[in-house]
Structure formats: C-alpha cells, structure tokens
C-alpha cells in the first residue's frame, strides 16, 4: 500500500453521475498527472457524501474540503490553487453542512478525542469515510513493516492499558498470548457492556466500528491469531447489525479474510450476541457464553492467554482498547504516551450522567481532576444544588465524596480512595441522594446479577442485601453497621470472581465516607436526603396548595382528598410515599419531611 | 450422542422455522450457536417455550436440560409470551437515581403487575432493563420499542393509560 498525502473522494452516486461525475473524475487525475501530483494525490470512488444536488461534488481528506458544482473548466485552477498551493478555492466550497451528532455534540471544555475522533464525523456503514480517515492504514504498516515483536514493544511502549476495568498492561497481555502454546489461538473483544450508566462503548461501536476490527486485527497478527469474535450485548442491536455491515465491507477490500493485502497473514472474524447477563462482561464467563454455554465464569489461572475460548490461547480486550490500537500504530507510542499521568497513559472515555447540567459521553486525558470533570466539562450540577458524591467503576466501584474532588483520575488515585476505574461509567449525585439507598440499589443489582456458582456471591450478597432493606426501612440494629463490614470482607477474599470479589465495594466505599447517614439510619431512624420510604412523610403545606386537585386526580391510591379550591390532605395510612403528588404539583405545596 | 443421527422436524409447519433453521445453518448447526438460535426463536415467535426448546435442543445435538439452563439462565430470553404492549423501565444507576423505582411502584399499584409479569387481561408486560445505554436521557421506559427519555411516574402513568383505552 502507498501512503497519499490526501485522498479525494468523488461521489459516484446516480444523480453525481448524472452530472457527469465519471468524466470529471477521469479529468481530474489527467490535471493531476500534468501538474506532477499523480503520487501524492490520489482520487477514489464514493458512493454518497451529501450534496448530490449540487453535484457533481468531491471531499478531501485529510483536509476534509468539499467541493461541489464542479465544472471540468474548473479543473486546471482547482488542482494548481488547491493541490498545488494549499489555498481553498471557497468560490467552489460546498454550502452542505453534515448533521452534528446529537448525542455526542462538539467537543465540550477541556475534551481530547482520540478514540472517539471519528464518531459523529464519518459513517460507519461506508468503509471509505474510514479509509479516507487514515483507516487500515496501521494495519498496512504493520503487515508490511513491522514483526509482531516490534508491534507487541510498541504497544508496550505506548503504556496502553485495558480499558475493560482492571487497566492490565494491553501489550504485557499480548506477550503472554503470543508466548502461550497451542493453535489455533484467538482474539476477542469485550463489547458487552454491562455496567448500568455506561455507554462508550456502544458510542464506539456504533460510530466507529473499524477502528475495533482494525485494532483486533493489528492484534490477531501481534499474536499469531486466526479468528476472532467480537461479543456484544443484545441490548445494543444497532451496534450489533453496525459491526456486522462493517465487517462484511472489510472482507470485501481484503482487509479481512486469506491473504490479508496480499501478505500471508490471514484472518476472519464474527459477531456474537448475548443475551442480557451482566456477569458475561468477566472474560471467563464470556468465553463460556461464546461456545453456547451458561456464562458461568471459573477460577483464573489458567488464564485466558494460556487456555481460553475451547481451550486455546484468547486475547481478551475490551473495546476501547483495540480501537486506539490503529492510532498509536500510526502516530508512535511516544504521541499516545505524552498523555496522561506516570502510570496511566492517554486519553479514557466517560459515560457522564446524573445530576450534572450536560450528560452524555467524554473523552479526557488521564490526570484531570473530578472537579474540571463535572464542573467544566459536566457543566456543574443541575439545579445550583450541592455536590455530593461520585460514583465510579459501575456496580464494583465505589462513592467518592467532596474530599476527592481534585484527586487526578488515574487507575491507581480511583483504586487507593477505595474505588475503580472499571470501564467508565461516572454517575453524579446530589444531596438529594441516598447513600444507604445507592448502596442498596447496587447490591439488588449484583444480587440479581450473580450467576450462582460461588456461596459467598450467591448467599452473601443476599445477606448484604437484607441487612441494607432493613436499615431503609427504618428496622436497623445497633450492630448492622459491625456486620455489613464483616460479611463484606468475607465476600470479597473468598469470591470466584471479580463479580462476587467486587460485590461489597459500594457499602464498603459509602461506609467509610458517609457513615454517619448510616448511623442516622440506625439509630435516629431518620433519612437524611428524605429518600427512603419508611423514613419519610409527605404533606401539603396548606399556605401554598390551592386546591387545584391535581395531585388527588394523579394519586395512585386516592391517599389525597379535600374540596375544589380548599387546601387538600394527604392520608398518612393509605399514602405509599410514591411521591407523584410532588412531581406533578405546580405550586410546590407537596413536602418532604 | 446417538450416532445414527437424523435432523428433527420441527414442532409445526409455521413458515418461521425456516428462519430459525437458517440461522442454525448459518452456524454449522453447531453447537455453540444455541444461543444465536434461541435469539432468532424469540424474534420470531416473541418467546420460547417448551416445543421450541425440545426442537433447537435436537436440532444442534445438545441436551434438553442446557437449552433449558441457557433459555433460564440469560434475562433477555422469555419462557411466556408477553402482552399486547410491553413496557420496559430502564433500572441502571442514571435511571435509578432519577426515579426509576417510583415509576415501578406507581405501575404496581395502577396495574397490580410486578417487573417481568403481564396484566391479567394479557394487554401490558412490564419488564426492566440494566442500562439502555440512554443515561443521558434518564430516567428512560421504552414503550413498544420506543425510547422515551426523561420519563417519571406521572408520564409512564399516562402513556400507560392510553393503552388500556384503546
Ligand atoms: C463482573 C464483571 C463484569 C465485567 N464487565 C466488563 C464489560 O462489560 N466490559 C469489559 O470490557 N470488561 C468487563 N470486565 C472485565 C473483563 O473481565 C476483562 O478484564 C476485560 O475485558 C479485559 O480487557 P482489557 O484488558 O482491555 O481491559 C468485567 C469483569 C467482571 C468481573
Ligand atoms: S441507566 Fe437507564 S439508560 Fe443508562
């Protein structure tokens, strides 16, 4: 493969060609040809780019210039100002604006796009928006000119490290892949996702899917791999049929398949779906799932470098990590390692959500603060209210407090405040949140979500759970606060896997920063936040209701009565404390004590 | 594993199974491709039930009781099939911060159904999610495939009701 300095994209769409695209497409590699650019400029087929009404039309990357009404008379200038000179001929600018990703928007304050940087920008069911973004170009030179050796040291050299939640060394892990004996080995992605309030991943997949197959391609050959399995969650079905269309398009170009651009390397890989179990997210459990089996995990070692899927050497990574892969190939270990801190090199995604003014996804460098997150990226939390805790690493990470608001995010800062990077999700919450709740919610989630196979997550989950209902339900006792920190410990150290060995992390976390709510819980059966149920009442402060009998119409039990017009009362017996009467009342009347 | 092994025919002749046979053909008949079949039973059929498992089972070589245990085991497979309109509260952590269970609790006490159960009059199923993948959006229901984002119990009430009157 030749390296071009840029590549321009004629649109081949019928109404293009229509407008004479071909012909013009021909005459402008003539005009190329005479002006001596043959060689840095080369001029390709597009099916679409936008603007056919205006066509014919022409895009050039890397420049991404688009140029559209072209006359053949237009030719001879265009080439000599544009090509030649680097001056953009705006009188033949294209007026198409293509539409912003709505979910991701323009970069926020103090975001680097490094993994995200294609998203939203090309599409990712045409091959060739990708190409034209330097695409398969890491694997050409890494097919080319590069051993396997020399890729696995330069993603050593780069400090990459999984993005899938434990932050392993990626080239560390490629070296015990490729050392491991047995064949055939395989390569797989993590794609499933499962932690509640993350969804980089999907943003990925589904905006960006060939930089995840080029990524796991550069690693089946680092490896010495042959096939390979991409294992995504049901629940992302556009991801799903995405990656499917990319990879047949990749087959089609030769990027996949025998004889991968006509070296002797070959390769070939497919989607499988789950089938909604977040345990599958634990490399074990989703190899298991793979061969068709319950997605139980088993004890590590062997791991999966050594006896994997079927029993062979598999590379496990999760998304994100292949898909910076092509990109550090590109620009050199030592781009990718200016960013970041000591120990954690480049650029993470975040799933930002909760109680801050923009929610969505991120991409910073490691080394910025939790305060420049949610306040200059975040845009500060919603509502003017009080911060009050930070919730990292899905449901084995933790709560952080104020305290570690300018604590640098790195794998190492989240792990000594008791908490973990995990895969990115980052919940805000206000002071209007529970943290004897929150810490609950979690257990009802792992409890639910422990496939069974180990006591300790089976059982002790549950017990851990039994103790949080009933200290929300007002029924705590003196010693509950003695237990949960004991049962947690057990769990933790005797757990099969990091689901169970995680389990205890959100009771662990809220205990030691906010274990005063728990003793007003206890021993003051009173919620701080007013959130749980048993510890609440609400009422209607009569100054401020004025009868409009809205609340009485929208009571699930008729808890609510009184005249038209005439301040309303609210049934203390029959009340559920489903708090409606406070959402839909228009006159703030509706209390919380 | 019996040698003489012949292909089972499948429960009916419902033109569906055709589907469900191209998928396993797809694999190889394979069978680690259970999983990606029963996904096709139950796009097809909207659920799995006993005949269908008795025949995916056959059909890939595998035992009864591990077509069994993977149907029971992943929550994204339904052993009954579901009401005329389905409603999915997405109960992850951005939705559930933002009032996920109320929306639940008030859906309990309206329709007397509890997640994963159907209306007695068989026209709404309430199922939960782990993460929609739209936390920008919490709290998030889909209502028959449809995302509906910033949802509270009021709105899912309401939706709900239209439902039920037509
Ligand atoms: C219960 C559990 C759930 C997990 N879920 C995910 C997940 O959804 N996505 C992911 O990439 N890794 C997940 N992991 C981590 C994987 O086991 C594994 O470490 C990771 O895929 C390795 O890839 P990496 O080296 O690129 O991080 C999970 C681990 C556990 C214990
Ligand atoms: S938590 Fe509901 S969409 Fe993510």
Known sequence: ?593 | MPLDFTKPTPPSDDKRWKLVQATMRRWGNHHDALIETLHTVQESFGYLDNDALTYVAAALRVPLSRAYGVATFYHFFRLKPAGKHTCVVCTGTACYIKGADQILESIRQAYDVKPGETTADGQISVLTARCLGACGLAAAVVYDGEVAGKQDAASTLERLGKWVEQ
């Open chain 1, 1 to 593: 493969m030749r390296y071009y300095r840029s590549h321009v994209m004629v649109c081949t769409s019928p109404q293009c060609v229509d407008k004479g695209a071909r012909t013009l497409m021909k005459r402008l590699q003539e005009e190329l040809a005479a002006q001596g650019l043959a060689d840095e400029v080369a001029v390709l087929e597009t099916p679409h780019i936008g603007d056919c009404a205006n066509g014919p039309e022409i895009m050039v990357y890397p420049d991404r210039v688009h140029y559209a009404g072209l006359t053949l008379e237009d030719l001879p200038s265009l080439v000599e100002e544009y090509f030649k000179k680097g001056r953009v001929v705006t009188r033949l600018l294209s007026q198409f604006r293509p539409p912003v990703d709505k979910e991701l928007g323009p970069p926020k304050p103090k975001e680097v796009r490094v993994v995200l940087r294609n998203c939203g920008k090309i599409d990712p069911e045409n091959i060739e928006d990708y190409i034209a973004e330097d695409g398969y170009q890491a694997l050409a030179k890494v097919l080319t000119e590069m051993t396997p050796e020399q890729v696995i040291e330069e993603i050593l050299a780069s400090g990459l490290r999984g993005r899938g939640g434990a932050g392993f060394p990626t080239g560390r892990k490629w070296q015990f892949c490729r050392a491991a004996a047995g064949s055939p080995k395989y390569v797989v992605c993590n794609a499933d996702e499962g932690d509640p309030g993350a969804f980089m991943n999907r943003r990925v997949l589904e905006g960006d899917p060939h930089s995840v197959i080029e990524g796991m391609i550069i690693a089946a050959y680092a490896i010495g791999a042959s096939y390979g399995y991409i294992y995504c969650r049901a629940e992302y079905p556009i991801a799903v049929r995405t990656l499917r269309e990319a990879i047949r398009q990749a087959r089609e170009y030769g990027f996949l398949g025998q004889n991968i651009l006509g070296t002797d390397f070959s390769f070939d890989l497919e989607v499988r779906m789950g089938a909604g179990a977040f345990v599958c997210g634990e490399e074990t459990a989703l190899m298991a799932s793979i061969e068709g089996k319950r997605g139980h995990p088993r004890t590590r070692p062997p791991f999966p470098a050594v006896s994997g899927l079927w029993g062979k050497p598999t590379n496990i990574n999760n998304v994100e990590s292949y898909a910076v892969v092509p990109q550090i190939i590109l620009k050199g270990s030592a781009w990718y390692a200016s960013m970041g801190t000591a120990t954690s090199k480049g650029t993470k995604t975040f799933a930002l959500a909760g109680d801050v003014n923009n929610t969505g996804l991120i991409e910073v460098p490691f080394g910025i603060t939790m305060r420049e997150i949610i306040y200059d990226v975040g845009g500060g939390i919603k509502g003017g209210k009080g911060f009050k805790a930070v919730q990292t690493g899905g449901p084995m990470g933790g709560c952080l407090p104020a305290a570690y608001l300018d604590v640098p995010v790195d794998y190492e800062s989240l792990t000594s405040a008791g908490s973990i990077m995990g895969s990115g999700g980052m919940v805000v919450m206000d002071e209007e949140t529970c943290m004897v709740d929150i810490a609950r919610f979690f257990m009802e989630f792992i409890q639910d979500e422990s496939c069974g196979k180990c006591i300790p997550c089976r059982v002790g989950t549950r017990h851990l759970l039994e103790i949080l209902e009933r200290i929300c339900a007002g029924l705590g006792k003196p010693d509950d606060i003695e237990e949960l920190e004991h049962l947690s410990s057990l769990i933790r150290r005797s757990s099969l896997c990091g689901l169970g060995q995680g389990a205890p992390n959100p009771v662990v976390t809220t205990l030691r920063h906010f274990r005063s709510e728990y003793e007003a819980h206890i021993y003051d059966k009173r919620c701080p936040a007013k959130v749980c149920r048993a510890l609440i009442r609400y009422e209607i402060d009569p100054a401020f209701c004025t009868g409009c009998t809205l609340c009485a119409r929208n009571c699930p039990v008729n808890a609510i009565s009184g005249e038209r017009r005439q301040p309303h009362t609210i049934n203390q017996e029959l009340c559920t404390r489903c708090g409606i009467c406070k959402q839909v009342c228009k006159f703030d009347a509706v209390t919380v004590s």
